[in-house]
């Protein structure tokens, strides 16, 4: 699987996003090269493939001057060179990129992991904890920063309503920004632990019904995202707690592959 992360890159990943170091250009020739790249990872036996379909993700679709353009060129090129269709995907992320994926050349869209219309009311500080914040400190984290509740956000990612076109579910482990802006105005989920991501995979992957056969795929964000605390590598605190969940709800979801239920009887964890 490949990822097209089209953004002009700035040094956003520690608070620089008006810092650009390279701007994000399009053209007819660039989509023709890009593609021929792309080609040798898709031709590799280890690439994941969507019915045969070399699968490929694009983040921002809204930015493409013409998406139905650039996918058919990708298609075409592709096909040529002996690799197939690609499986393309848009993220559904950024408001602009919320969209039906089929009028602009793609296949399917991936649900971003955390969806931030669903955060839910930001978490407020106890009376003890206000109290102390305004004797000592005019810069404590609930009032210099977004903090939302993880299991409310799972929750309401759960209950939300399918699209009428192919969405694949995503989720994530947590989300913490604090290692790219401790400065305060950070987006943080509390409450994330190994458990309650095994509830959340386990019952994302219930969401996928029959006419998802051959395509049940769930996304997660991500491995080794440290700078936005949302990583199943090992750490300190939970060791290897979260890719042993990882692995309990994966082995759980290749047992029920074929006859996904509309819905699962297991409970959320305490």
């Not at 399009?26 to 590799?44: E, K």
Request: hydrophobic content about 35%.
């Amino acid at each position: 699987m490949l990822v097209l992360g089209n953004e002009t890159w700035t040094r956003r990943w520690d608070g620089g996003d008006d810092d650009v170091l390279v701007h994000q250009t399009y053209s007819a020739a660039d989509d023709l090269r890009h593609i021929r790249w792309l080609v040798r990872a898709f031709t590799d036996p280890r690439f994941v493939r969507v019915q045969g379909r070399p699968l490929f993700l694009v983040c921002r679709v809204s930015d493409l001057p013409d998406s139905q353009r650039t996918a058919d060129v990708w298609r075409r090129e592709s096909v040529r060179l002996g690799a197939g269709d690609p499986y393309r995907c848009i993220v559904h992320n950024f408001d602009a990129d919320r969209v039906d994926p089929r009028p602009f050349g793609f296949d399917a869209a991936v649900t971003f992991a955390p969806d931030w219309r669903r955060l839910g009311p930001a978490v407020r500080a106890t009376a003890g904890r206000r109290a102390l914040r305004k004797a000592f400190s005019q810069r404590g984290a609930y009032r210099t920063n977004r903090l939302h509740d993880c299991r409310s956000l799972v929750e309401q990612a759960l209950r939300s309503p399918r699209a009428r076109y192919a969405t694949r579910p995503g989720v994530c482990p947590g989300f913490d920004r604090f290692p790219r802006r401790s400065n305060g105005g950070v987006s943080v989920l509390l409450g994330s632990s190994p458990s309650l991501y095994e509830w959340w995979f386990r019952e994302a992957c219930c969401i996928l019904g029959p006419r998802d056969a051959g395509e049940d795929l769930l996304f997660v964000n991500a491995w080794n995202e440290w700078g936005e605390g949302n990583h199943l590598e090992p750490c300190q605190r939970w060791g290897r707690g979260y890719l042993e969940a990882h692995e309990r709800a994966t082995n759980e979801a290749l047992r029920r592959k074929g006859s996904i239920p509309a819905s699962s009887a297991s409970l959320a964890p305490s």
